[in-house]
């Protein structure tokens, strides 16, 4: 986003176009969510202060870029589950359009990650929507050599295409970046409807995803102070935001905007902040029983390791229904699976866990949610117990079943 002087040129060198299909499916096991802002205020108001700053600034952010960024709600508000950033002509502060941009600097800010935004994008000559990262501390110094990590960018008059790109190395003009870029078929738009954008972030490797189909993978950088995997192993902090492009701005084509396209609205349907957990085990279930209410089949079909035998019901779902794994002896764990695959309709429409070390004694549950498929994965800070209880909390039709319960460290 920062800095394109060159951009127009050597977007036509790394425009590998690679969405050729290579299914890493996303998010795994593995990914845990560790923050998310859903946009789901009440319609009209403001962007959640505890996890976003609003930008009030214009001056072309090294882009010539033409718009003031404001914290009106005129430019940014929440509506129907969304946020929307909206695009203006508009004379503001010596800018002749304003527009918003939100950062979640000190309130949101990962060493590592996999960063999901589901958003639909604006559409029109000079639209520049974005959503990147950059260092937060900046330890290596000032852009590139901190590092700058591009989600999703577009330009407004190309709407089956968006990029995501890494830039790094000296100062600028000496700066380098890598990226690539991915394609929606002939005749969609990322305007139509809402697409997700994802990037996982490790040590030493990043990943671009649309759609969870992976279309790059970048694993060589540099910074000129520090070693790799430097600058790309510091905390960076998220940004949405709709720039406009201007006859000196290089990414949206060096163009005067549209402003018949204007107003313009990004939508941003939710941001997502997963960590990596250690990969886990599922635990010996030799000698493990299990014992159900309501008393129906054979309880131990949930235990067997054959997904083509169950535990059901028998009876539509109700609250309080439970079964009770008692795990033969104690062990650590921090992850249990609940599948149900091949009735796709019976898994726990809501569920709460407790263990407990004498079958007896429970507590409060040590985690709960809601069902939305058939596998359902419940992550929790490692516990020590010999028996865990797991409680219907919802209702359905349907019967609940458990084909599969594994246990894992
Ligand atoms: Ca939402
Ligand atoms: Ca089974």
């Not at 002749?96 to 958003?119: C, M, P, V």
């Not at 295409?161 to 100062?171: E, Q, W």
């Not at 549209?258 to 997502?272: E, H, M, N, T, W």
């Not at 493990?288 to 059901?312: E, K």
Request: net charge neutral; aromatic share 14%.
């Amino acid at each position: 986003m920062k800095k394109r002087f060159l951009v127009t040129i050597l977007l036509l060198l790394v425009l590998s176009l690679l969405p050729a299909y290579s299914a890493l499916s996303a998010p795994t096991d593995n990914w845990q969510l560790v923050w998310s802002d859903e946009f789901n205020g009440t319609n009209g108001s403001a962007p959640d202060s505890t996890k976003w700053s609003l930008v009030d600034q214009g001056g072309g952010f090294g882009n010539s870029e033409l718009e003031y960024y404001t914290s009106r709600r005129d430019n940014s508000y929440q509506e129907n589950g969304s946020l929307v950033i909206v695009a203006k002509k508009e004379n503001y502060t010596g800018q002749s359009y304003t527009s918003a941009k939100l950062i979640s600097k000190n309130k949101g800010d990962w060493k590592y990650g996999r960063f999901e935004i589901r958003a639909k994008l604006p559409q029109g000559r000079g639209m520049w929507p974005a959503i990147w990262m950059l260092s937060t501390d900046a330890i290596y110094g000032g852009w590139p050599k901190s590092g700058e990590i591009d989600i999703m960018e577009n330009r407004g008059d190309q709407m089956d295409k968006v990029s995501g790109t890494i830039h790094y190395g000296n100062d600028w003009p000496n700066n380098t970046y890598s990226g690539a870029s991915y394609l929606l078929s002939s005749g969609q738009s990322f305007a139509d409807t809402y697409h997700t954008f994802a990037v996982e972030w490790e040590e030493g490797a990043i990943r671009w995803y649309v759609d969870d189909v992976l279309y790059s993978t970048k694993t060589n950088w540099f910074t000129p102070s520090a070693p790799y995997p430097a600058p790309f192993d510091q905390k960076f902090y998220l940004m949405l935001n709709l720039a406009i492009g201007g006859p000196n701005t290089p990414f949206t084509g060096k163009t005067s905007p549209d402003d018949s396209a204007l107003p313009q609205k990004f939508y941003i349907d939710y941001v997502r902040a997963y960590t990596k957990t250690a990969s886990s085990t599922a635990l010996d279930r030799t000698g493990w029983t299990a014992t159900t209410s309501p008393v129906n089949s054979t309880p131990g079909n949930m235990l067997d390791g054959n997904m083509s035998s169950r535990w059901t019901t028998g009876a539509d779902m109700v609250p309080g229904q439970y079964f009770i794994v008692d795990m033969n002896s104690s062990k650590t764990f921090n992850k249990l699976t609940i599948d149900c695959t091949g009735n796709n309709n019976d898994y726990a429409r809501g569920y709460q866990v407790f263990v407990s070390s004498d079958g007896t004694n429970w507590g409060s549950a040590i985690a709960s949610g809601t069902g939305t498929a058939p596998l359902i994965t419940v992550n929790f800070a490692s516990k020590t117990a010999r028996y865990i209880k797991v409680v219907q909390t919802g209702t359905g039709t349907n019967w609940w079943s458990v084909r599969e319960f594994n246990v894992y460290n």
